[in-house]
């Protein structure tokens, strides 16, 4: 018996990367798993795919509800769904500015606010947000995707604060750079994809990039309901990026 049994998960942006290997991580830990995503084809087997767009809350509202109705039941809710930006406040418009908050911030408040009504109902709520390192540590040319994802910190906090009452936790995974498709069309903008990729495995203390099952690891264990005392907490799963202050080692000459 798994603590994941007779759960039902809804993980938002699920068909790839960290969403996708969260979303079998829990399928293979005994949950119900339902996907969240705008194409939803070729989902492997077990997960049950939604179409649904978190920028638009019908779309929202109208998925979570069919969740619920076909399994009865919401327990956890992985907000992953999200969007990058690259370049300073110089390099991006109204517009860009506006796109990437209405996903990467208020589409974590619609998908929310339509599953609480269910996640009361359950003796084991929790909702798990997907944050980043870009929240509390100034990166290179994301000043429009951290902005995003520092209001991504406030907004588990204050989501937590809100709900702990409830009986549901609120709480977030703040990666480090992981090696995802996402990664590799945000490379392509770069002059020298190569380059970039080599400073972004370095950035890391460890090396190299995190990888996508290693943030499902920590997923899993905030949504577990084993982790029932863990509430407003961000889950730094980044190489080392926030806090070691790695010394190079020094060369020698012969």
């Not at 795919?49 to 619920?68: I, K, P, T, Y």
């Not at 991006?92 to 500015?97: I, K, L, Q």
């Not at 069309?185 to 990729?197: C, G, K, N, S």
Request: with cysteine; hydrophobic share 50%; glycine share 10%.
């Amino acid at each position: 018996m798994s603590e994941f049994d007779s759960t039902v998960a809804i993980v938002t942006g699920g068909a790839s990367g960290i969403g996708l290997a969260t979303a079998t991580a829990l399928a293979a830990a005994g949950a119900t798993v339902a996907v969240l995503d705008l194409g939803i084809d070729g989902l492997p087997e077990p997960l049950v795919g939604f179409v649904a767009d978190v920028s638009d809350r019908a779309s929202v509202v109208a998925a979570v509800e069919a969740v619920g109705e076909a399994f009865g039941r919401i327990d956890i809710l992985v907000n992953n769904a999200g969007i990058g930006a690259v370049g300073t406040v110089e390099d991006n418009d109204d517009a860009e500015w506006a796109r990437v908050l209405d996903v990467n911030v208020v589409g974590m408040a619609r998908v929310s606010s339509a599953a609480l009504p269910w996640l009361r109902r359950s003796p084991c709520a929790s909702i798990v947000n997907l944050c980043s390192i870009a929240a509390l540590n100034g990166l290179p040319q994301r000043a429009v995707y951290g902005a995003s994802k520092g209001a991504v910190l406030a907004l588990t906090y204050a989501m937590a604060t809100d709900h702990v009452a409830e009986g549901i936790r609120v709480n977030c995974v703040s990666p480090g750079t992981v090696s995802t498709p996402f990664v590799d069309r945000m490379l392509q903008r770069f002059d020298d994809p190569v380059a970039e990729r080599a400073a972004l495995d370095a950035r890391q203390a460890t090396g190299r990039m995190v990888t996508p099952d290693e943030v499902a690891g920590a997923i899993l264990y905030l949504a577990s309901p084993l982790s029932a005392s863990t509430t407003g907490t961000a889950l730094e799963v980044d190489g080392g990026v926030h806090n070691l202050r790695v010394r190079q080692p020094r060369v020698t000459k012969g």
